[in-house]
C-alpha cells in the first residue's frame, strides 16, 4: 500500500501523494489461437465445459486504451497480474520496451491521453484527508514512453481540482492548457479556477487566465486560445456563458440559463476559423439534438451541420487536431456510433464485413486516422483487441480482453420486452444457458 498524507494551511491544500513504481514488466499476449467472430465459424455445441466464477472477475487486458498519434504505441491502463497499471508499449518492434506505472491505493485514472508521440498525460482522482474530512482531489501526472520519467503538474496547486485538460496541441508540441483551483475555501479569490499553459516534460508553467469570480468552467478552442467561460451562481442557479471573438480581449456575457428552470447554455464544442461562429449541440424544431452551426455572440442558428430523425446527438467526436468533425454519438442503443466522416465511414464498413456477426466498435484512432484500434465482440464473448492499418488492409490482434475466456463462447443475451401483470411493458435482457431455447418462460 502506498501512503497518502495531506497538509493545507488558510487558502490552500497541499497534497502528497505516494510514491510510483516504475517496473519493466512484460505484457502478456496469449499465442493460443482465438476464436473467430465470424459469420464462418462452427455452430456452437450444447457440451461447454463452465468456467470459474473468477474468470468473470478477471480485469480486462486494457481499459481506457488509447493510439498514438503517429500509430506506433499503445497507452491505457492494463490488468497485469490482478492489479491496473498505467502502461506504454509500442505495437511494431520490440514489445518488452514498456513502461508500467503502479496505481496507488484509494486513487482512480479517470483518463490516459497522448502528449505528441513520446508523452502521455493521466487524470488521477484520490480520496484524501482535508481538515477534519475526506474529499476526493484531482491532479495530473505526464509519463515519458522513452525514460519512464515521471512529472507531476500543478500539484502545488491548493485547491480541490486541478486536472480540467482544456487544450492538447496536435503539432508534437509539449505545452498543454489546465484549468486548476488554488483553494478549497469558497471565499478566497482563488478558490475558482485560473488557467496555465504547462509543459509535460518539466512542469513548468504560465498562467493564461486568471481566476474570477464565479467562473467555474473554462473552454480552449482547436488552437489552444481560451474563448469562453462558464459561470454560476448558488443563490440564483443562475448560468451564464461569456465569450470572446479571439484569443485576447475581454470576455462578455452572451448566453444565460437558469438551471432551476431546466433551461441551458448553448456551449460551443467547435469555433469555426475566420469567425464568430462555431458548432454546438442544439435542440432543434423537431425536438431532436442535433449538430448545428450558430452565431455564437448571438445563439442565432445558421445551419444544421447534423440530424436525425429518430435519435438525439449527444456527443461529438472531433479530430485530434479539433478542426473536424469525425463522428457523433447519438441516443440509438443498437447503433449509437455515427461517422460523419466519410474515410471513417469506409473503415467502419470493412470492419463490420470482417466479422458481421460482431459488435464492432473503433476504440481509438491515429493522428491521421490511417491506424486504430478495434474491438471486436458479441453478445456472449467480451471480444477481442486488434490493431487496423487501413492503408495496408492489416488487421493483427492484440490480445483477448479476457484472457480467461478468451475467444470462447458463452450464454448469449439479447434483448427483451415483456408485459408484467398490470400489462406494463418492460424491458430487460434474457440471458439463456447454452443449448437451451427461450421455451416455457415464466413471462
Known amino acids: 500500500m502506498l501512503g497518502l498524507g495531506c497538509k493545507h494551511k488558510r487558502g490552500m491544500v497541499q497534497v502528497s501523494w505516494g510514491a510510483y513504481i516504475l517496473a519493466a514488466t512484460a505484457l502478456f499476449f496469449s499465442p493460443a489461437p482465438l476464436a473467430a467472430a465470424d459469420s464462418k465459424s462452427p455452430p456452437a455445441t450444447p457440451s461447454f465445459t463452465p468456467l470459474p466464477t473468477s474468470a468473470f472477475a478477471e480485469l480486462p487486458f486494457v481499459q481506457g486504451v488509447d493510439l498514438s498519434p503517429d500509430g506506433t504505441h499503445i497507452a491505457g491502463l492494463f490488468g497485469v497480474a490482478g492489479e491496473q497499471r498505467i502502461m506504454t508499449m509500442p505495437l511494431v518492434g520490440d514489445r518488452s520496451k514498456q513502461v508500467v506505472i503502479a496505481v496507488p491505493d484509494q486513487t482512480q485514472v479517470g483518463w490516459i491521453r497522448w502528449v505528441g508521440n513520446d508523452n502521455i498525460i493521466v487524470g488521477l482522482t484520490a480520496l484524501m484527508p482535508v481538515e477534519a474530512d475526506r474529499w476526493y482531489i484531482s491532479r495530473v501526472i505526464a509519463i515519458n514512453r522513452n525514460t519512464g520519467k515521471i512529472t507531476r503538474l500543478l500539484w502545488d496547486s491548493g485547491g480541490q481540482n486541478a486536472s480540467d485538460v482544456l487544450w492538447i496541441p496536435s503539432d508534437g508540441g509539449t505545452e498543454i492548457l489546465v484549468a ?9 479569490p482563488d478558490f475558482w479556477p485560473a488557467v496555465y499553459r504547462v509543459d509535460v516534460t518539466n512542469a513548468r508553467k504560465r498562467i493564461v487566465e486568471r481566476p474570477r469570480a464565479n467562473i467555474v468552467d473554462w473552454g480552449a478552442d482547436h488552437l489552444g486560445q481560451v474563448r469562453f467561460g462558464i459561470g454560476y451562481r448558488d443563490a440564483s442557479t443562475q448560468s451564464t456563458l461569456l465569450f470572446r471573438s479571439h484569443g485576447e480581449g475581454a470576455l462578455r456575457v452572451i448566453d444565460s440559463a437558469k438551471l432551476g428552470a431546466e433551461e441551458e447554455l448553448t456551449v460551443p464544442f467547435h469555433f469555426v476559423p475566420g469567425s464568430n461562429n462555431g458548432f454546438a449541440i442544439k435542440e432543434t424544431e423537431s425536438g431532436r439534438s442535433a449538430v448545428v452551426e450558430i452565431d455564437i455572440p448571438t445563439g442565432k442558428a445558421i445551419r444544421t451541420v447534423y440530424a436525425a430523425d429518430d435519435v ?20 440509438d442503443r443498437e447503433t449509437p456510433l455515427r461517422w460523419i466522416d466519410p474515410a471513417m465511414a469506409a473503415h467502419q464498413k470493412t470492419l463490420e464485413e470482417a466479422s458481421p456477426q460482431s459488435k464492432v466498435r473503433i476504440e481509438s484512432l491515429s493522428a491521421d486516422q490511417s491506424k ?16 487496423f492499418d487501413a492503408a495496408t488492409g492489416d488487421l493483427v490482434r492484440l490480445a483477448a480482453m479476457n484472457d480467461t475466456i478468451g475467444g470462447k463462447r458463452l450464454s448469449r443475451g439479447r434483448m ?10 418492460i424491458e430487460g435482457v434474457l440471458t439463456m444457458p447454452r443449448g437451451r431455447r427461450d421455451k416455457n418462460l415464466p413471462f
Do not use: C, W
Not at 486504430?372 to 490493431?387: A, I, Q
Open 180 to 188: 486548476a483551483q488554488n483553494s478549497i475555501y469558497g471565499d478566497h
Open 312 to 331: 438525439d446527438v449527444e456527443a461529438v467526436m472531433l479530430a485530434s487536431n479539433g478542426a473536424k468533425i469525425l463522428g457523433v454519438r447519438t441516443s
Open 372 to 387: 486504430m484500434l478495434v474491438r471486436f465482440s458479441t453478445p456472449d464473448n467480451p471480444g477481442l483487441l486488434f490493431y
Open 416 to 425: 427483451i420486452r415483456y408485459k408484467a401483470r398490470d400489462g406494463l411493458e
